[in-house]
């Protein structure tokens, strides 16, 4: 049987089903894009590994001079003098501020933007599904310092009042207690973060609840489950992985948000007491570092707030550890 460069003639015959049959050639041409894709997508991988241990190294390089010179406990203490022949300061308010604020941001934004999801996915009619999502959509198209003027200008009014109820009737709770702080709070700071990630939660969220498989639900409401009962027990448990994934991400956009809390939270003067309340200022480790940027004018000092921003990027990748893992213990339950 005769063959044309290498290939034989019954290679080229069509099959039972009427196609021909991949030549050699296209079948190596096939697996050398198989090896081309696959070695590109391990490079990426390998660059953003590397790129995150470079700045890992970096810090830890900047920061590691100054702490060995730092006089004050760096975790435990509220003072702030960097510069000097006795450099001392301590992270201990940027900590809670950052902390407090992003975990008031959380509890708000991540119930509101799973039950805005779940409406969008579950209850709204067909015409109203697309304009609907676009709108909270445009939210995250907002730039930040919007959001800090907004806030600054307007929003202040409408918050103020709930503060006042809060710490007239709830006072005697540390985190309540009244504080002589006029301007921007910690309390304040935590609702306008909210209002900025809820557009990642809702945006997530709702992609992965309309993934849900239409047999589980339709099994569900076969066997006489309500619309609610359907969404408890096949919407939310296929979705909870995507919701933890969806509230880490915005937890991390909180953590490091800076023009819009640089423009809402009130600073504390040196020497002012001490407290756990909400609605006390403070600065978080991102505004800390904006407002400060000008003195970096000597190796003492920027270490010093480089070495807050470790902490602040050690945070972050801790945060994300831990929903890594709750994710794939999530999904090696449900397999």
């Known amino acids: 049987m005769s063959t044309v460069t290498g290939v034989s003639a019954a290679d080229e015959l069509p099959g039972p089903d009427g196609r021909k049959p991949l030549t050699g050639d296209r ?8 090896r081309l894709f696959g070695g590109a997508a391990t490079l990426s991988g390998v660059i953003v590994i590397a790129m995150v241990s470079l700045i890992a190294v970096f810090l830890l390089a900047q920061a590691l001079p100054a702490l060995t010179n730092n006089s004050e406990n760096f975790l435990t203490s509220r ?3 960097p ?30 933007g799973v039950a805005v999801a779940l409406f969008l996915t579950q209850y709204a ?5 697309k304009p609907a999502a676009s709108l909270v959509d445009l939210l995250a198209a907002i730039p930040s310092i919007v959001y800090g003027l907004w806030g600054l200008m307007t929003f202040r009014a409408f918050v103020k009042p709930v503060e006042q109820f809060l710490q007239d009737n709830f006072g005697w709770f540390p985190l309540f207690a009244p504080t002589k702080i006029t301007g921007g709070t910690i309390f304040f700071i935590g609702i306008v973060l909210a209002i900025m990630v809820l557009p990642i939660v809702t945006a997530l969220s709702r992609e992965v609840f309309d993934q849900t498989p239409v047999a589980h639900k339709e099994g569900a409401l076969a066997l006489g489950a309500t619309r609610w009962e359907m969404i408890r027990t096949a919407v939310l448990p296929f979705g909870k992985p995507g919701v933890i994934s969806a509230s880490m991400l915005a937890l991390g956009r909180a953590l490091g948000e800076t023009i819009a809390v640089t423009f809402l939270v009130s600073a504390l003067s040196d020497g002012t007491d001490w407290t ?8 978080t480790f991102a505004s800390k570092i904006a407002n400060n940027a000008a003195e970096f004018s000597n190796p003492s000092k920027t270490g010093a707030y480089i070495a807050a921003g470790l902490v602040l990027f050690v945070l972050t990748f801790v945060v994300n550890s831990i929903a890594r893992i709750v994710i794939e213990r999530r999904k090696a339950f449900t397999e």
């Open 27 to 34: 079948a190596s041409t096939g697996r050398l894009g198989d």
């Open 79 to 81: 003072v702030w003098a």
């Open 83 to 112: 510069g000097g022949e006795k450099p001392a300061f301590g992270i201990l308010e940027f900590l809670w501020t950052t902390v407090a604020a992003s975990t008031i941001a959380m509890l708000l934004a991540v119930p509101v």
């Open 125 to 129: 009619p067909m015409w109203m599904r």
């Open 276 to 283: 756990w309340s909400l609605f006390n200022g403070g600065e």
